[in-house]
Structures are given as structure tokens and as C-alpha cells.
């Protein structure tokens, strides 16, 4: 690190001469940021979860977190501004202008990059959504700064942010850093961090700013917005209780036993990525790497082997059941109960004897 | 209609094995595919041009090799095919990428216009959905990403509607060409390839552009120099530290085998449980 410093010494290897120290100008740069992510009346629940790891890496910098919000005037932003304080903000910068109602990427783009050029973060986090991911490319770019996507762990290496994330398809694991950079961009998936507890006592301040954009200045225009029909909406991310359906299960036929055992439960049905390309279940169920990340209280993979990129998608899950006729399949490693032996005699038979347990205790309550 | 479709050849990481032991990944006999993802980008684009006439070029930067997955498009009905490629393009992160690419896109328009770019999702080996996103930005053109339909295109008024996946809904969004699309997965499905569009796909040239033929004009914005991520370390996923408790089932004690399970796991698990029986009597 020192070798940056002067100039004619040689630099360190393998980084082919590039500028590892943060220069003079960017070391004024302080705090870290949350987009929180909003629409329609709600706040994504990621924003949340991110607040919660933007509040452990400021105290190890021992600087304050800051929210971001930006919408229309006539939406709830100051409730929303004190719900992240409760979840460990210390303060929100808020835009509102009725071009930021609903998201577009042009507004939205302009308003966050004017932000942090105004009042100059160190670390921004961003959920890695469909809005998240749209905005925080367009920001990096527009800013020349790194940004390091689908993080799985955050922490503080010196005063740097080191943000591990899965690479090769899920089969191995890296850190990225941005050290000549500001400010350092990430984005984490839905549930890959956990929920902060609530600390209701909390409050905080904020702080405006105007977009100074009006309507004609924005080419794309958002006509509707056309909600899912709620019956094909699956709710994987946020479930409880997952049963997923592996390739072990041998035939989409086969799958049906995945449903009632789910249904018994109360549960959603996940699936790995062999089972959606085999177009047994729909591409929206699939759990992993490529699809979604879970952390139910339950999960139970039946006939699943457990590569790396569906593990990443499911090892944070509270208790983890696996049904596989290989004992050594590394499914193993990672469950915490195991069942060695065919999915399609241990699927009915776990299915009746859950029904009749849970039933009785029903019957206990009403 | 003169469309740009941004493709990348990616290992089939669905065959990528990690060794048990040493932790490092075995790349030895892995497939090189076209990123599954750019497949509904081109499918889109070819459609457009079955609509419009006109023509569909695919991109691509990468090594020498990467010429491959470009005849496998050309197969599918793209009129031309360009590889970027040069050493100095290596270890690019996703900021240095889009500079590359956007600066090969520009050059590309100086031959006839571009009216429309598109790319994946995102990769099945990088995942991170940043390129096309940055792309766009560099060249100013409209961003459209996660698109699940293209509803209309007017052409010569210059006009599109698309419909765009967000959370809980779909947005339908309006704007003008040039644009930039990230098309989203299972919106169409690829295309057979054509007898003629595989012969002539053995036989067309794939154009093959260093730094200097694709425009490149501050080589301290491309490759490793212009990355602003450094990667510190790779690593394999730790092994968790406790065991499973493993039963072994077969005809005699599958039944008492999955009572006993049952009875451990709400045993150790109160709670779980009890929020099941609440969410089922609700």
C-alpha cells in the first residue's frame, strides 16, 4: 500500500500497476448509506435488512448510517424516514418531487448520484431488486466507481469495505474491495441478511434536497403499472416453510408428493435449477445462485444434492431437512437432520404423519 | 431497423465441480456456452428484424475463443458478428466492460445507426446485471432493464412500449429510440437455426476488433486499469461445523423412522411448531 505513495517504487504484484490508495480529494468521504427501496406504499423489507449491516460496518468506522429516500410529495417518506431509524439510521436525505412517483431509472439515477457528490458517503448499499440493481449500475457508471453485486457477507478490512460474494456460478467464494474509489457500491439479495431488531426509542434527522428536474426533461414515461394477478404470485423469498423438489425426484409426476407434504405444512414449494430447466415447476420457485435466496424457519429438500449454487441460496435457513438416497450426497454437509433413503417412500409417509400430529394440535386450539 | 445484441461466452457453470480437497475449481472439459440469459435478448432482436427488416449485429468481448459462441448466433439468424478482443481488455471488472463495450457499440453506429442495444439479464458466471445498465449511461441511451415484453415498436416515430418485471407487478413504460433493453428470462424461446443460417454461420467472417478498432480512447478505462474492484481473496465455502444427524430408511422402519424425526425436530424447535399450527388454524 505504501509503494502508491512514491511513485517510483515498485508496485505490488499481480495488480498490474494499478492505483490501490485512495487519493487526497476522496478521503473527506464519510458515513454509510442505504437506498431504501419503496413503491406503491411499502418499503421493500430488504432495505431493512441492509440498514441492519450498514449499522454494524458504521460502527466499526464509527461513523453515522444514513437512509435515502426518494418519491412523490404525496407519498409517506417522513414514515418511512422514522421506521429507518428505528432499524439503525441516524438520519435520511429525502428528494421529493412528483417526477420521483414510481421508479424510473433517469430521476431516480440523477437524484442519488446528486446526492452523494453532495454530501459524499463511503459506502452505499442498494437491495439487489429489479428497481436496486437498475439503479446502482446506472449510479456507479455515471460516477466511475466499483460496485460489487449479490453480496453474501459485508464487513470492514482497515478502513475499506470488504464485500464477499459468490463467484463461478456459486461454486466458490471471493472478496471484493474498492480502494481508490468512492463512493464503495454493493448491493445484497433479499434475505441473505437478517432482519435487525426494532429499537423503538430511536429517531433521527433529516436532511432535504430539491431534484431539479421537471417533467419534459424525462424522456421515459411510466403509463401503469399492472399489479400480478395474486394466484400466480409466489411468495419463496419471505416464506416460513420451503419443500423443494430435486432432480432425485426422477419425474415431474413425482412432484406432486412435494405439494402435499407443502400443503400439509402450510408451506411454499421451491425447486432447483435442474427441476425449472426440466420445466417440472415454474422458473420463479427456483432456489439458488440463479434464482431465489431463502431463509425460512424450515426447509426441506427432497431428492436435492446440494451443489454450491443452490446451497448459497438456502444455508441460512433455521432448520434444514434432507430426503436423499445418496448418503453421500453434500446435501449432508450442509442439513441438520437427514434422512438417507428414497424421497418417493419418505415424501407420503412424513406427509401422513405431520397431517395427523398437526391436526391433533389444531384441534387442541378451536 | 439496425439492432446490437451484447452477448458473453460463459463456462456452463452448472458443470463446474469444486475439488473436495483443495477447494479450487476443476475447469478442465467445461463447455463454453452462450450465456443462457443473452439467448431471449437475441430471440427479441431477431424478432424484431422478422417484423422490420433490417439488421441484427452481436457483440462480444473476450478472448480468441469467444468466437464461438458469436457463429452460434450467427446460426440463429444474426446478420454480422463482432469479437472485441485484445489483452489489454483482461480483468475487466463490470465498470471497464461497459466502457469497452459502449465504445464498440459507438463504432458500430458509425456504419449505420444503432436504433436499439440489447443484452441479458445478467451472466450465469458474474450475476451482477451491471453491464448492460452501464452501457446504456455511457452511450445516453434510454434504460429499460428486466424487460418482460416489448409491447410496441413504432419505428418511424421513434416510439416503444415496453413492459418491465418490478416487484409485486409490471411497470408498462414508454420511450424513445434509441434505447437500451435487458431482457428478461423465459420471455420467448430460441429459435431453431435454419440449414442456410448454419451453413452461412460456418462460412461468414467474424470480425475481429482490438482496442484501436473498437474505438478505445483512454486505455487507463479498460481492463484491469480500469477496474475499480480489486478481488483480495478466493475461497471455498466453509463446511459446517456440526454434523447432520443422519437416519438411514428402508421398508421395515421408515414409518417409526419418520415419527422419531418429527418428534426431534419440534422437540428442539418449539417454535416452529407452534407458528405452524397458528398459520394453519388462521
Given at each position: 500500500?505504501?509503494?502508491a505513495?512514491?511513485p517510483a517504487?515498485?508496485r505490488p504484484?499481480g495488480r498490474a500497476g494499478r492505483n490501490t490508495e485512495l487519493p487526497e480529494h476522496l478521503?473527506?468521504y464519510?458515513?454509510?448509506?442505504?437506498?431504501?427501496?419503496?413503491?406503491?406504499?411499502?418499503?421493500?423489507?430488504?432495505?431493512?435488512?441492509?440498514?441492519?449491516?450498514?449499522?454494524?460496518?458504521?460502527?466499526?468506522?464509527?461513523?453515522?448510517?444514513?437512509?435515502?429516500?426518494?418519491?412523490?410529495?404525496?407519498?409517506?417518506?417522513?414514515?418511512?424516514?422514522?421506521?429507518?431509524?428505528?432499524?439503525?439510521?441516524?438520519?435520511?436525505?429525502?428528494?421529493?418531487?412528483?417526477?420521483?412517483?414510481?421508479?424510473?431509472n433517469e430521476?431516480?439515477t440523477k437524484?442519488l448520484t446528486d446526492?452523494v457528490n453532495?454530501?459524499?458517503?463511503?459506502?452505499?448499499?442498494?437491495?439487489?431488486?429489479?428497481?436496486?440493481r437498475d439503479l446502482a449500475g446506472s449510479v456507479a457508471t455515471t460516477l466511475g466507481t466499483g460496485l460489487t453485486a449479490?453480496?453474501?457477507?459485508?464487513?470492514?478490512?482497515?478502513?475499506?469495505?470488504?464485500?464477499?460474494?459468490?463467484?463461478?456460478?456459486?461454486?466458490?467464494?471471493?472478496?471484493i474491495m474498492t480502494l481508490a474509489y468512492r463512493p464503495q457500491m454493493?448491493?445484497?439479495?433479499?434475505?441473505?441478511?437478517?432482519?435487525?431488531?426494532?429499537?423503538?426509542?430511536?429517531?433521527?434527522?433529516?436532511?432535504?434536497?430539491?431534484?431539479?428536474?421537471?417533467?419534459?426533461d424525462?424522456v421515459?414515461?411510466?403509463?401503469?403499472?399492472?399489479?400480478?394477478?395474486?394466484?400466480?404470485?409466489?411468495?419463496?423469498?419471505?416464506?416460513?416453510?420451503?419443500?423443494?423438489?430435486?432432480?432425485?425426484?426422477?419425474?415431474?409426476?413425482?412432484?406432486?408428493?412435494?405439494?402435499?407434504?407443502?400443503?400439509?405444512?402450510?408451506?411454499?414449494?421451491?425447486?432447483?435449477?435442474?427441476?425449472?430447466?426440466?420445466?417440472?415447476?415454474?422458473?420463479?420457485?427456483?432456489?439458488?445462485?440463479?434464482?431465489?435466496?431463502?431463509?425460512?424457519?424450515?426447509?426441506?429438500?427432497?431428492?436435492?444434492?446440494?451443489?454450491?449454487?443452490?446451497?448459497?441460496?438456502?444455508?441460512?435457513?433455521?432448520?434444514?431437512?434432507?430426503?436423499?438416497?445418496?448418503?453421500?450426497?453434500?446435501?449432508?454437509?450442509?442439513?441438520?437432520?437427514?434422512?438417507?433413503?428414497?424421497?418417493?417412500?419418505?415424501?407420503?409417509?412424513?406427509?401422513?404423519?405431520?397431517?395427523?400430529?398437526?391436526?391433533?394440535?389444531?384441534?387442541?386450539?378451536? | 431497423m439496425h439492432i446490437v445484441v451484447c452477448i458473453k461466452q460463459v463456462?456452463?457453470?452448472?458443470?463446474?465441480?469444486?475439488?473436495?480437497?483443495?477447494?479450487?475449481?476443476?475447469?478442465?472439459?467445461?463447455?463454453?456456452?452462450?450465456n443462457?440469459?443473452d439467448?431471449?435478448a437475441?430471440?427479441?432482436a431477431?424478432?424484431?428484424?422478422?417484423?422490420?427488416?433490417?439488421r441484427v449485429t452481436v457483440l462480444c468481448m473476450g478472448p480468441p475463443q469467444a468466437e464461438?459462441a458469436l457463429?452460434?448466433c450467427?446460426?440463429?439468424?444474426a446478420t454480422d458478428a463482432i469479437l472485441v478482443t485484445d489483452r489489454a481488455f483482461a480483468g475487466a471488472d463490470t465498470l471497464a466492460t461497459s466502457y469497452a463495450l459502449a465504445a464498440a457499440i459507438r463504432k458500430i453506429g458509425q456504419e449505420q445507426a444503432v436504433d436499439l442495444v440489447f443484452t441479458g439479464?445478467q451472466t450465469?458466471d458474474g450475476?451482477t446485471a451491471q453491464v448492460g445498465p452501464g452501457v446504456a449511461k455511457r452511450l445516453g441511451l434510454n434504460l429499460l432493464t428486466?424487460?418482460?415484453?416489448?409491447?410496441?415498436?413504432?419505428?418511424?416515430?421513434r416510439?416503444?412500449?415496453?413492459?418491465?418485471?418490478?416487484?409485486?407487478?409490471?411497470?408498462?413504460?414508454?420511450t424513445t429510440l434509441p434505447s437500451l433493453i435487458t431482457?428478461?428470462?423465459?420471455?420467448?424461446?430460441?429459435?431453431?437455426?435454419?440449414?442456410?443460417?448454419?451453413?452461412?454461420?460456418?462460412?461468414?467472417p467474424v470480425r475481429k476488433w482490438n482496442k484501436e478498432d473498437a474505438g478505445i480512447e483512454d486505455l487507463s478505462k479498460i481492463g484491469l486499469k480500469g477496474s475499480p474492484t480489486v478481488v483480495?481473496?478466493?475461497?471455498?465455502?466453509?463446511?459446517?461445523?456440526?454434523?447432520?444427524?443422519?437416519?438411514?430408511?428402508?421398508?421395515?422402519?421408515?414409518?417409526?423412522?419418520?415419527?422419531?424425526?418429527?418428534?426431534?425436530?419440534?422437540?428442539?424447535?418449539?417454535?416452529?411448531?407452534?407458528?405452524?399450527?397458528?398459520?394453519?388454524?388462521?
Amino acid at each position: 500500500m505504501t509503494d502508491a505513495a512514491k511513485p517510483a517504487a515498485p508496485r505490488p504484484a499481480g495488480r498490474a500497476g494499478r492505483n490501490t490508495e485512495l487519493p487526497e480529494h476522496l478521503k473527506s468521504y464519510k458515513g454509510v448509506w442505504v437506498f431504501i427501496e419503496h413503491d406503491r406504499g411499502h418499503v421493500n423489507p430488504v432495505s431493512w435488512e441492509l440498514m441492519g449491516e450498514a449499522r454494524k460496518l458504521a460502527d466499526k468506522l464509527q461513523v453515522p448510517v444514513s437512509g435515502v429516500l426518494l418519491g412523490g410529495p404525496d407519498e409517506p417518506l417522513d414514515a418511512y424516514a422514522k421506521e429507518a431509524y428505528v432499524y439503525g439510521a441516524d438520519r435520511c436525505y429525502v428528494m421529493r418531487d412528483p417526477v420521483l412517483k414510481g421508479y424510473r431509472n433517469e430521476p431516480f439515477t440523477k437524484g442519488l448520484t446528486d446526492l452523494v457528490n453532495q454530501h459524499q458517503p463511503e459506502i452505499m448499499l442498494l437491495g439487489a431488486t429489479p428497481m436496486g440493481r437498475d439503479l446502482a449500475g446506472s449510479v456507479a457508471t455515471t460516477l466511475g466507481t466499483g460496485l460489487t453485486a449479490d453480496c453474501t457477507e459485508l464487513n470492514i478490512d482497515g478502513r475499506a469495505l470488504a464485500a464477499t460474494r459468490p463467484t463461478f456460478g456459486g461454486s466458490l467464494l471471493c472478496t471484493i474491495m474498492t480502494l481508490a474509489y468512492r463512493p464503495q457500491m454493493a448491493t445484497v439479495r433479499p434475505r441473505v441478511m437478517s432482519m435487525p431488531a426494532r429499537d423503538e426509542s430511536r429517531g433521527g434527522d433529516i436532511v432535504e434536497m430539491a431534484l431539479g428536474m421537471i417533467e419534459t426533461d424525462i424522456v421515459t414515461k411510466l403509463l401503469d403499472f399492472i399489479p400480478d394477478a395474486s394466484r400466480s404470485t409466489v411468495n419463496l423469498t419471505y416464506a416460513d416453510i420451503i419443500v423443494t423438489a430435486g432432480k432425485g425426484l426422477k419425474n415431474a409426476e413425482n412432484v406432486k408428493l412435494v405439494w402435499e407434504l407443502a400443503r400439509v405444512l402450510g408451506a411454499e414449494v421451491g425447486a432447483t435449477r435442474a427441476v425449472t430447466q426440466a420445466g417440472w415447476l415454474e422458473a420463479e420457485r427456483q432456489v439458488g445462485q440463479t434464482g431465489k435466496t431463502v431463509r425460512p424457519k424450515l426447509y426441506i429438500a427432497a431428492g436435492v444434492s446440494g451443489a454450491i449454487q443452490h446451497r448459497v441460496g438456502m444455508e441460512a435457513s433455521d432448520v434444514i431437512v434432507a430426503i436423499n438416497t445418496d448418503a453421500n450426497a453434500p446435501i449432508f454437509d450442509i442439513a441438520h437432520y437427514g434422512i438417507v433413503g428414497n424421497a418417493m417412500q419418505v415424501l407420503p409417509v412424513l406427509t401422513q404423519a405431520l397431517r395427523s400430529h398437526l391436526d391433533k394440535r389444531i384441534r387442541k386450539i378451536a | 431497423m439496425h439492432i446490437v445484441v451484447c452477448i458473453k461466452q460463459v463456462p456452463d457453470s452448472a458443470q463446474i465441480r469444486v475439488h473436495p480437497v483443495t477447494n479450487t475449481i476443476m475447469r478442465q472439459g467445461v463447455p463454453a456456452i452462450v450465456n443462457p440469459y443473452d439467448l431471449f435478448a437475441l430471440e427479441e432482436a431477431l424478432r424484431l428484424k422478422d417484423q422490420f427488416g433490417g439488421r441484427v449485429t452481436v457483440l462480444c468481448m473476450g478472448p480468441p475463443q469467444a468466437e464461438d459462441a458469436l457463429r452460434k448466433c450467427l446460426s440463429f439468424g444474426a446478420t454480422d458478428a463482432i469479437l472485441v478482443t485484445d489483452r489489454a481488455f483482461a480483468g475487466a471488472d463490470t465498470l471497464a466492460t461497459s466502457y469497452a463495450l459502449a465504445a464498440a457499440i459507438r463504432k458500430i453506429g458509425q456504419e449505420q445507426a444503432v436504433d436499439l442495444v440489447f443484452t441479458g439479464k445478467q451472466t450465469i458466471d458474474g450475476d451482477t446485471a451491471q453491464v448492460g445498465p452501464g452501457v446504456a449511461k455511457r452511450l445516453g441511451l434510454n434504460l429499460l432493464t428486466y424487460v418482460s415484453r416489448i409491447v410496441e415498436v413504432d419505428l418511424d416515430g421513434r416510439r416503444l412500449q415496453v413492459e418491465r418485471r418490478a416487484e409485486g407487478g409490471v411497470q408498462l413504460l414508454e420511450t424513445t429510440l434509441p434505447s437500451l433493453i435487458t431482457m428478461l428470462e423465459g420471455t420467448n424461446e430460441m429459435r431453431f437455426a435454419s440449414m442456410d443460417d448454419m451453413l452461412r454461420a460456418g462460412r461468414c467472417p467474424v470480425r475481429k476488433w482490438n482496442k484501436e478498432d473498437a474505438g478505445i480512447e483512454d486505455l487507463s478505462k479498460i481492463g484491469l486499469k480500469g477496474s475499480p474492484t480489486v478481488v483480495s481473496k478466493v475461497f471455498g465455502p466453509t463446511p459446517r461445523s456440526n454434523k447432520a444427524d443422519v437416519v438411514e430408511v428402508g421398508d421395515h422402519n421408515v414409518h417409526d423412522e419418520c415419527l422419531n424425526l418429527l418428534q426431534k425436530i419440534f422437540t428442539t424447535h418449539p417454535t416452529l411448531e407452534v407458528e405452524t399450527v397458528e398459520r394453519l388454524s388462521a
